[in-house]
C-alpha cells in the first residue's frame, strides 16, 4: 500500500493563480481531511469528508474548494491564490471520525 | 471549543535520559489519545495511542493518561539523537470539532543532544 499520497511536492504560485492539491489514499478509508501547517502554528483542519460526495468545512475553510468523488480522491482547489496561503499542506485519511489519521507527505505552497 | 495544549518547548534531554513530554485536554469525555512525531519538512506519523482504559508501552515509548487531571504524557527512555523531532498529541473529544473529532496540539520539540 501506496497509503497516503498527494502532489504536487511543492509549488511557487503567483498571486490570483488557481491551483489544485492532489491527495490519493489507497487504503478504503472512508474519512479524508486538508490541514494547513504554519510555522509553530499546529495543524488547522480545513476540510474535510466522510465519504464519497460529501464534504463539510473545517476551522480555516475561506479561499479553498473540495470535492470528493471517489473514496481515493480529495482533491484541494485554491482559486485565487493569496500570499496568506503560503504554507504546508498535509492531506490525512481515516477508517472513520476519531481513529488514527494516517497523512501524506505534504505539499509546499509559495504565494508571492 | 474544546483544546488540546502543550508545551512549546524546545525540551532538551542529553543521549540516554528520559524525555517527558506533556499534554492537557479540555474536554473531559474524551477517550482516545494519540501521540504523532513529526521531523522538520516531514508529515506527521503516528508514533502510538492510547485509550481511556489503560497506559500503553511499546518499546522505548510508553504513553500514560490521567484522566483526573485531564492530562496524557509521552515517556522516551533512553532518548536517542534521532527522537530529535515535534510531538503532536491528538485527542478525540466528543465534541465533534468541525465532525473529525480529533484534535491536534501544537506540538513540542525535543533535542537530544550526543
Known amino acids: 500500500n501506496a497509503g497516503v499520497t498527494q502532489t504536487p511536492k511543492f509549488r511557487i504560485l503567483k498571486i490570483g493563480q488557481s491551483m489544485t492539491l492532489q491527495c490519493t489514499q489507497d487504503?478504503?478509508?472512508?474519512?479524508m481531511y486538508w490541514y494547513r501547517q504554519d510555522p509553530g502554528m499546529g495543524l488547522k483542519l480545513i476540510y474535510y469528508?466522510?465519504?464519497?460526495?460529501?464534504?463539510d468545512k473545517g476551522e480555516v475553510p475561506n479561499g479553498y474548494n473540495v470535492s470528493r468523488s471517489t473514496t481515493e480522491d480529495f482533491p484541494l482547489r485554491l482559486e485565487l491564490a493569496a500570499p496568506s496561503q503560503t504554507s504546508v499542506y498535509f492531506c490525512?485519511?481515516?477508517?472513520?471520525?476519531?481513529?488514527?489519521?494516517?497523512f501524506g507527505p505534504g505539499t509546499r505552497l509559495l504565494v508571492l | 471549543q474544546k483544546e488540546v495544549e502543550q508545551n512549546s518547548g524546545p525540551l532538551s534531554v542529553p543521549e540516554g535520559a528520559i524525555a517527558s513530554l506533556n499534554c492537557t485536554y479540555s474536554?473531559?469525555?474524551?477517550?482516545?489519545f494519540f501521540w504523532y512525531r513529526q521531523y522538520s519538512g516531514k508529515s506527521p506519523e503516528l508514533i502510538m495511542f492510547?485509550?481511556?482504559?489503560g497506559d500503553k508501552e511499546d518499546g522505548r515509548f510508553t504513553a500514560q493518561l490521567n484522566k483526573a487531571s485531564q492530562y496524557v504524557s509521552l515517556l522516551i527512555r533512553d532518548s536517542q539523537p534521532s527522537d530529535s523531532a515535534t510531538y503532536l498529541c491528538?485527542?478525540?473529544?466528543?465534541?465533534?470539532?468541525?465532525?473529525?473529532?480529533?484534535?491536534f496540539g501544537k506540538g513540542t520539540t525535543l533535542s537530544v543532544s550526543s
Open positions: 490525512a485519511s481515516s477508517y472513520s471520525k476519531g481513529e488514527t489519521q494516517y
Open positions: 487504503m478504503n478509508h472512508n474519512y
Open positions: 469528508s466522510v465519504g464519497a460526495g460529501i464534504t
Open positions: 474536554d473531559r469525555g474524551s477517550q482516545s
Open positions: 492510547i485509550y481511556s482504559n
Open positions: 491528538a485527542v478525540n473529544s466528543r465534541a465533534n470539532q468541525a465532525g473529525t473529532a480529533l484534535i
